[in-house]
C-alpha cells in the first residue's frame, strides 16, 4: 500500500523560511519522480517543482524565483521542499505526489499517489 505524507507546514512571517517533507512508502522510491505543487483557497493545484527519480534532474516553477529548492533522498524514501523568503502569496496547502515513472512532471496528471497536504500559512 502506497503511503505519502507531508509535513512541515506551520504559521510563519513573512521572510522565513520553512522545509517540508514527505515521507513515502509502498513503492520503488528511486524509480519515480517526484514533485510539490500547491492550492490556494479558490485556485487550482499549481506546480512548485519536480525531480527524477534519481534526483539529478529537477524542474521548478517561474513563479518560484529562485526561492525554493527540491531535492530527494532516496536512502530515506523522502523529498524536501526547502522554502525562503516567504511571502503572503505562499500560502497555501503543499502537496506531495508520486510520478508514474522515473521522469518528472509538470503537469497533474503526471502523477499517480497524493498525499494529503500540510498547510502553509505566511503572515504580514
Known amino acids: 500500500q502506497v503511503q505519502v505524507v507531508e509535513s512541515g507546514g506551520g504559521l510563519v512571517q513573512v521572510g522565513t523560511s520553512l522545509k517540508l517533507s514527505c515521507v513515502t512508502s509502498?513503492?520503488?522510491?528511486?524509480?519515480?519522480?517526484m514533485g510539490w505543487f500547491r492550492q490556494a483557497p479558490g485556485k487550482e493545484r499549481e506546480l512548485i517543482a519536480t525531480i527524477t527519480g534519481s534526483g539529478e534532474t529537477t524542474a521548478y516553477s517561474d513563479f518560484v524565483k529562485g526561492r525554493f529548492t527540491i531535492s530527494k533522498d532516496n536512502a530515506k524514501n523522502t523529498v524536501f521542499l526547502q522554502m525562503n523568503d516567504l511571502q503572503p502569496e505562499d500560502t497555501a496547502v503543499y502537496f506531495c505526489g508520486v510520478s508514474r515513472d522515473f521522469g518528472y512532471s509538470v503537469h497533474l496528471d503526471g502523477y499517480r499517489y497524493w498525499g494529503q497536504g500540510t498547510r502553509v500559512t505566511v503572515s504580514s
Open positions: 509502498g513503492f520503488t522510491f528511486r524509480s519515480r519522480g
